[in-house]
């Protein structure tokens, strides 16, 4: 059977920067909370960690991925593991789900100046600065949560280029779509779903913010 295509969002452009700077972390974290609620299965988030895992810093994916709350899932048949929680197979939706429910809801915090994630992520060993290379690299191990491991990636991007997510983060109060738009789409819309109204800073009134969908429930 043909390994179905996951399709990579447009990521966009970076005027702040200048051509031709690497985003390629951020565009992995990007791909993740734009895809994992289209229907992935266990090959598309293999496929997804497998051509990441050099930003993470593997030698390839993972044989299981966890959340707190749903448990630890065994992406390949006859995979041996020891874990508090095992989750079926029929649970990868919702652990899908709740891991960038988190990402968004993390990524959000960040909008109102809650950068906490950023401290836990160094101080976790998630991220480490590459002296030799003034970078900041991801460097989350194979058993952390999957929520993790994802916000390793803008972790790492957003130390790098703090300033430009300060003044172009969005993060879509109906879908949890994450972009970088602003001035088109307001700090908590998407191009799928722009405020009805916007202040000149583009963050809409949160009395009229719909809240990121609940994920769904087992069955």
């Known amino acids: 059977m043909a390994q179905r295509e996951i399709i990579l969002p447009t990521l966009p452009s970076f005027p702040a920067l200048g051509g031709g700077s690497d985003r390629g972390t951020l565009l992995a974290g990007l791909t993740f909370v ?24 593997w030698p390839g994916p993972p044989a299981t991925v966890t959340d707190p709350s749903v448990g630890t899932l065994a992406l390949h048949p006859g995979v041996r593991f020891t874990a508090p929680h095992v989750a079926r197979a029929q649970d990868l939706s919702k652990l899908l789900a709740m ?21 836990g992520a160094i101080f976790g060993g998630r991220v480490r600065r590459d002296a030799s290379a003034s970078a900041w690299l991801a460097r989350p191990t194979e ?7 994802i916000l390793s990636l803008f972790a790492a991007d ?3 280029y703090r300033n430009f997510h300060e003044d ?27 405020p009805a109204s916007a202040t000149s800073s583009g963050v ?3 009395r009229e913010a719909d809240t990121v969908p609940p994920p769904p429930t087992k069955r």
């Open 34 to 57: 734009e895809c994992a609620n289209s229907g992935w299965m266990a090959r598309d988030l293999l496929l997804w960690l497998g051509s990441n895992a050099e930003l993470f810093g």
């Open 99 to 119: 891991s960038r429910w988190q990402v968004v809801l993390t990524l959000r915090g960040l909008l109102s100046g809650d950068d906490r994630f950023l401290k």
């Open 143 to 149: 058993a952390d949560v999957l929520s993790d491991i």
């Open 158 to 160: 957003i130390l790098a």
């Open 168 to 194: 172009n983060l969005c993060v879509c109060d109906v879908c949890g779509r994450i972009s970088y738009n602003s001035k088109v789409t307001g700090r908590t819309g998407c191009s799928d779903h722009l």
């Open 204 to 206: 809409r009134d949160r």
